[in-house]
C-alpha cells in the first residue's frame, strides 16, 4: 500500500546542531508539506513543495530549510538546533491536481533539543 | 489572511452522549476546502472529512456528521452515541485555491469520552 513515512520517529539533539528529519512517499504525490505541532498553536505550515525543485516558505519558516530532489522526498533541517524548536513535525503529502486535494500526513518526529 | 478558530479547547462527556465541536473560519476567497481531522492519543492524524465551499449539504458518516453553514462561517462537528474510541483532539483546518494551497488549522479541541 502506498504511504508516508517520517524518520527518525524520535530525536533528542543538542542546541547547535544540525538535525535533517525524513519524509518518504509513496503516492507519487506532487505537493508535500512540513508541520510542526506545539500546544496552543496546533498545526503551522513550516515549508511545502508543489513539485521537485520548488520550496516555498511557510508561516514558521525561520531556522528551517527543505530540499526537492525527487517526487518521493521532502527533508526537513534544522540547520542550528535551538530549543524553540522543540516539537512535534508532520509531513504532509496531497495529490496536487485540484481534484482529490487532501493531504495525508505522516506518523510524526518528536524532537527534543536540548 | 485566513484563520480557523476553535473555541472549546476541552470537552468531556460521557460514553453515549452527543457532542458537538465547533468551528468557525475567516477567508476572503470564495473558493476554499474545510478539512477535519482526528488525532487520537497514538498521535497520528487521520483524515475525516473535506468540503469545499459550493457544497453546503450536511453530510453524515455513521455516528458523524458535519454542518457547514456559510451564512456564519462555521463548519461544525457532531458525534452521535459518543464512544470511548471516540477520545482524541479534533482539528478543523482551512485551505484556499482548490486545496493546493497550505492548510490553516484551528487550536484543536481535545475531546475525552467518560466511560
Known amino acids: 500500500d502506498a504511504e508516508i513515512t517520517q524518520s527518525p520517529r524520535h530525536k533528542i539533539t543538542e542546541t547547535g546542531r544540525q538535525v535533517t528529519l525524513a519524509c518518504h512517499q509513496t503516492w507519487n504525490h506532487n505537493n508535500m508539506f512540513w508541520y510542526r505541532q506545539d500546544l496552543g498553536h496546533g498545526l503551522r505550515l513550516i515549508h511545502y513543495?508543489?513539485?521537485?525543485?520548488?520550496?516555498n516558505k511557510g508561516e514558521v519558516s525561520d531556522g528551517y530549510s527543505v530540499s526537492r530532489s525527487n517526487t518521493e522526498d521532502l527533508p526537513l533541517t534544522l540547520e542550528s538546533a535551538a530549543s524553540s524548536q522543540t516539537s512535534v513535525y508532520f509531513c504532509?503529502?496531497?495529490?496536487?491536481?485540484?481534484?482529490?486535494?487532501?493531504?495525508?500526513f505522516g506518523p510524526g518526529t518528536r524532537l527534543t533539543v536540548l | 489572511a485566513q484563520k480557523v478558530t476553535q473555541a472549546q479547547t476541552e470537552i468531556s462527556v460521557v460514553e453515549k452522549e452527543d457532542v458537538t465541536l465547533d468551528c468557525v473560519y475567516e477567508?476572503?476567497?470564495?473558493?476554499?476546502?474545510l478539512f477535519w481531522y482526528k488525532q487520537p492519543p497514538s498521535g497520528e492524524l487521520v483524515f475525516l472529512i473535506r468540503?469545499?465551499?459550493?457544497?453546503?449539504q450536511n453530510e453524515i458518516s455513521g455516528r458523524y456528521s458535519w454542518n457547514f453553514q456559510k451564512s456564519t462561517s462555521s463548519f461544525n462537528f457532531t458525534i452521535t452515541a459518543s464512544q470511548v474510541v471516540d477520545s482524541a483532539v479534533y482539528f478543523c483546518a482551512l485551505s484556499e485555491n482548490f486545496g493546493n494551497e497550505k492548510l490553516t488549522f484551528g487550536t484543536g479541541t481535545r475531546l475525552t469520552i467518560i466511560p
Open positions: 504532509a503529502s496531497s495529490d496536487g491536481t485540484g481534484v482529490l486535494d487532501t493531504q495525508y
Open positions: 477567508t476572503r476567497d470564495t473558493t476554499y476546502y
Open positions: 468540503r469545499n465551499s459550493f457544497d453546503e
Open positions: 513543495s508543489y513539485g521537485v525543485q520548488d520550496t
